[in-house]
């Protein structure tokens, strides 16, 4: 049994978490790795150049055997930000950063509130939350985003979903869809221009004439696309299903909207869709958590579990939407933290102000037992329904 499979998620981080901050466990393919669940530690797994974020740097696991990605296009999908040391990440950050701005997400606020608003109108009493609003809002506002024509959102869509599949078949038909679709869209964003983030990063330059090359541009969109909606539903319908089960902090959030900011960071310390880190790998014998970790091993920050440290944070294991000082790890931390973090914040916030503000009760249709979730690297929900009285 493993985080990826076990049906109670929290009990096994728990028991994982009890084997002291830093321990020993495997990969998905049964390679030995270590397994940092501390939240000192996993801050500084995450800070420390000592801890590489380049598999190329290592020899203990193939990552692309291990996902089930073909060679071909295996590198567009593992070659996230995420999995770049400086210099490289620096460059590519840089350059990325120039167009992926706070500026740009604050200007898109109003458009996600209307397609929020657009969503929760003439919904039935009853309907399941994810398949339409928690699903629909970050797909549309990603795709819209990036410049994802809407002719083309629903073939996306269908190939972005096979990359998750058990079948590997599915899981490299997926990936080549993918990177075959991206391909062509940049052509065709390079050739007529605009004003979305991908025609942006098409454009971007910096004071030294660097720009990015197109295998670059390919695994940045794609990477964009597929976090860009896959945590925000994550974040959005677990951050419902906490509501569905303290009714109490419904009333509280109706009663003080501006209490919903730290909310949703408690919501990501509590139950965050990204429960694990990009795997490091260390470049020499390092002491940590009173082990020392031989160089060249590969080490997994357990995010989930560091979120819950009780030597960081006061009654961990309560759900306090008041929490000051929350230092949670829900969007990583250091030079990799989560370029669209202000995103899925700025998304969460106005989902769960529009949802409260629309309906005067909302509580589950189904038992907790029959909320089914969905097996993988992420904690995500396969539906949620849900029952609402509208508000007067």
């Avoid at 964003?189 to 942006?200: C, I, N, P, V």
């Amino acid at each position: 049994m493993d985080l990826f499979t076990t049906r109670d998620r929290d009990a096994f981080l728990t028991d994982l978490a009890e084997n002291g901050p830093v321990s020993r466990g495997h990969y998905v393919d049964g390679t030995p790795i270590w397994l940092v669940t501390g939240h000192p530690e996993s801050v500084t797994v995450l800070t420390d150049p000592r801890f590489s974020s380049d598999p190329g740097k290592q020899s203990a696991i193939d990552m692309s055997a291990a996902t089930a990605l073909p060679e071909d296009v295996a590198p567009y999908l593992m070659s996230t930000l995420g999995a770049y040391d400086p210099p490289d990440h620096t460059r590519l950050r840089r350059l990325v950063s120039r167009e992926f701005t706070a500026r740009r997400v604050e200007a898109l606020r109003p458009r996600i509130q209307e397609i929020t608003d657009e969503l929760l109108s003439g919904l039935p009493e009853e309907f399941d939350l994810i398949e339409r609003f928690a699903y629909p809002l970050p797909i549309q506002v990603i795709c819209e985003l990036l410049g994802v024509p809407e002719a083309d959102r629903a073939v996306w869509r269908g190939w972005a979903a096979e990359l998750t599949a058990p079948d590997p078949a599915r899981v490299a038909a997926g990936a080549r869809g993918l990177v075959g679709y991206m391909a062509d869209l940049i052509e065709r964003k390079r050739s007529r221009g605009g004003q979305d983030l991908l025609s942006g990063l098409i454009r971007v330059r910096d004071d030294d004439g660097d720009r990015l090359a197109d295998d670059e541009l390919i695994a940045l969109s794609i990477s964009i696309l597929i976090a860009g909606h896959e945590t925000t539903v994550g974040l959005i319908s677990q951050s419902v299903r906490l509501l569905l089960a303290h009714p109490d902090l419904q009333d509280a959030l109706r009663a003080e909207p501006a209490l919903l900011a730290t909310a949703v960071e408690e919501f990501l310390r509590y139950t965050g869709p990204a429960e694990i880190a990009v795997m490091r790998y260390t470049l020499q014998p390092v002491e940590l958590g009173g082990v020392t970790i031989p160089a060249g091993k590969a080490v997994q920050v357990v995010y989930a579990a560091a979120n819950r440290d009780p030597r960081r944070f006061d009654g961990p294991g309560l759900l306090d939407v008041r929490r000051p000082d929350n230092a949670h790890l829900g969007f990583g931390h250091g030079i990799h933290y989560c370029l669209g973090a202000a995103l899925a914040r700025a998304e969460t916030r106005i989902a769960l102000a529009g949802l409260l503000g629309r309906f005067a009760v909302l509580e589950a249709a189904v038992p907790a037992s029959e909320i089914g979730w969905r097996p993988g690297i992420q904690r995500a929900l396969t539906r949620l329904p849900v029952r609402t009285v509208a508000s007067p």
